[in-house]
């Protein structure tokens, strides 16, 4: 963007908004090149190449901080704000929200010196691989440097945004990059909520699940193409459009991202896995690449145009992943389809009820990645309040092992064997995710709540379900939420769909109906 910005008054809101609107859509560009290359680092690239990645993918960045944080752009930004604030007249709902964004994505790159902004994006690069390694092998000893590293980077991170954001610790600060519309305090009360009841419920579940027999676990040859065809089909009846995405294998962690006209879906698929782990991941993150594809076309290259960010994409991945895709419908549909498949005609493991009985499990495994969905709540508040100590300086690196373990007692009964079943399971202490974490909660809780309002304006939702028709679900979260973009908050959308405010209870309800009474 040029220092002297060329001013276009005639057909605009205010002048300089479309030359805001011309500087974000190459802003976009740029992200959307960065993400692929992140992409296809999962996928296709040699090892060897890892390092003239990084430099690639830190080049765009230094771009994307360099034009982001001109003077011009400061200038404009605010020209056009102060219209806005004296015509409120002339702005409608999307404009006013995209304005919001573009200020929200100007202040969250310029709240950092550009070697932090640099050194926080390559860290999410690179972190993933480091993970990967921690998890072949490698000593809380090995890996303690690096977290230390990473923890220290997003103190300052946490710091600087906390001061330029108004906030009260730099856990918060980091909060809003994932859930900006809910406050510690709430986050607190949400898990405090939950805790006596769920531990109740996890208890009753237990003595319920001890006095029956025990699911056949499940016994087949389950190649590698077999999975993505049966993965591939999942994908096509829940409406994802195979002319704009693909669906590829990563070893590394599942992910989705691209953009509305090319949308990739990574998920991890080994000849020795079973094919109800792919298929999880095909449905989690199917249900992202769905969001990118259904965003507002006419703001697609908008600020407002872009999905709602982390909780709205998390809550409608459980949806379809833990929700919607663990029902007995889902299993009625899935089961014939997996037996021819995988040619496992007449094998008991394969019948709909005992695959749906292996899903619903309580398994409380001092891994999260191997506990159900209702212990997995416990593993997110051990986290939570782990990582928010980690960031506002009360819990240092080297005492975090000690401090898992008596987080994992409190809440799981469980003491981890070693680090690998202790923090070197967790990838976002890797990536700099913090404050991601109590997103897993929220769209738990936010996924169960639109579940209960499908329910009630579908009646036939549990017959579509069961014959494998999920477009109309697609349709349904397409016009009440994809569409949407940017133009309201998540917690406000959800309240605005259904008319209440953001509670435990629909979770509660749904964990008691799976585990408890069979329903659904």
């Given amino acids: 963007m040029s220092e002297q910005p060329n001013l276009k008054p005639v057909g605009e809101i205010a002048p300089g908004y479309n030359d805001l609107k011309y ?3 190459n802003l976009n560009t740029l992200f959307s090149i960065r993400g692929m290359l992140a992409m296809d680092m999962m996928t296709a690239m040699p090892a060897g190449a890892l390092p003239r990645r990084l430099h690639d993918i830190s080049a765009i960045t230094k771009r994307i901080y360099a034009e982001t944080s001109t003077a011009a752009l400061a ?3 605010e020209q056009v704000e102060n219209d806005a604030s004296k015509n409120p007249d002339k702005w409608d709902n999307w404009n006013s929200a995209n304005l919001t964004e573009m200020r929200r994505i100007h202040s969250h790159l310029t709240a950092l010196p550009p070697d932090l902004y640099i050194a926080s994006v390559q860290i999410a690069s690179e972190g993933r691989k480091r993970h990967a390694a921690a998890l072949q092998g490698q ?9 230390t590293q990473v923890v220290d980077l997003y103190r300052k991170i946490g710091e600087l945004k906390q001061k330029k ?13 994932y859930a900006s519309d809910i406050s510690l305090t709430q986050m607190d009360a949400l898990y405090d909520s ?19 027999s025990a699911p056949i676990p499940l016994d087949g040859d389950f190649s590698r193409g077999d999975q993505m065809w049966l993965n591939k089909t999942i994908l096509e009846m829940m409406g994802f459009d195979f002319t704009r995405g693909t669906l590829q294998v990563t070893g590394l962690s599942p ?24 298929m999880e991941d095909t449905l989690y993150q199917g249900a992202r690449g769905l969001y990118l594809q259904n965003l507002p076309h006419d703001w697609i290259t908008q600020p407002v145009g872009q999905d709602s960010g982390s909780l709205m994409m998390n809550s409608l991945s459980n949806l379809y992943e833990t929700i919607i895709g663990r029902t007995p419908q889902f299993f009625d549909f899935i089961a014939v389809r997996a037996e ?9 493991s394969f019948e709909p009820e005992n695959l749906y009985r292996l899903k619903k499990i309580i398994t409380p495994s001092a891994k999260r990645n191997e506990a159900d969905e209702l212990t997995k709540v416990f593993h997110d508040v ?22 898992w373990n008596e987080e994992s007692k409190k809440y799981l009964g469980i003491t981890p064997a070693s680090a690998e079943e202790g923090p070197l399971q967790n990838p976002d202490w890797f990536t700099g995710r913090f404050g991601f974490i109590p997103t897993n909660t929220l769209s738990h809780i936010i996924a169960a709540t639109l579940h209960e309002k499908l329910y009630s304006e579908m009646p036939g939702m549990a017959g579509m379900i069961e014959h494998g028709d999920l477009r109309p679900i697609n349709e349904w979260l397409k016009k009440n939420i994809h569409a949407k973009g940017r133009s309201i908050g998540t917690l406000e959308l959800v309240k605005q769909i259904t008319g209440e405010e953001l509670s435990a209870a629909p979770l509660l309800q749904h964990l008691e109906r799976r585990y408890l009474s069979d329903k659904r």
Avoid at 165 to 177: D, S
Avoid at 256 to 261: F, P
Avoid at 382 to 403: A, Q, S, T
């Fill in 340 to 348: 021819g498949v995988f040619r496992q005609f007449r094998n008991k």
């Fill in 382 to 403: 051990l986290r939570y309040r782990i990582e928010r100590d980690l960031i506002n300086g009360d819990l240092e690196v080297k005492d975090l092992p000690e401090r």
């Fill in 139 to 147: 000593t809380w000893k090995d890996i303690q440097p690096y977290i």
């Fill in 75 to 77: 200038k404009l930004l």
């Fill in 255 to 278: 992910m989705a991202g691209g953009s509305s006209d090319d949308t990739r879906i990574l998920v991890r698929c080994g000849d020795s896995d079973s094919f109800l782990d792919s």
């Fill in 165 to 177: 954001f108004e906030v009260k610790t730099p856990y918060k600060a980091l909060l809003l990059g």
């Fill in 23 to 25: 500087y974000f859509s």
């Fill in 194 to 212: 939950l805790l006596e009841p769920l531990a109740k419920l996890r208890d009753a579940a237990l003595v319920k699940q001890k006095h029956q």
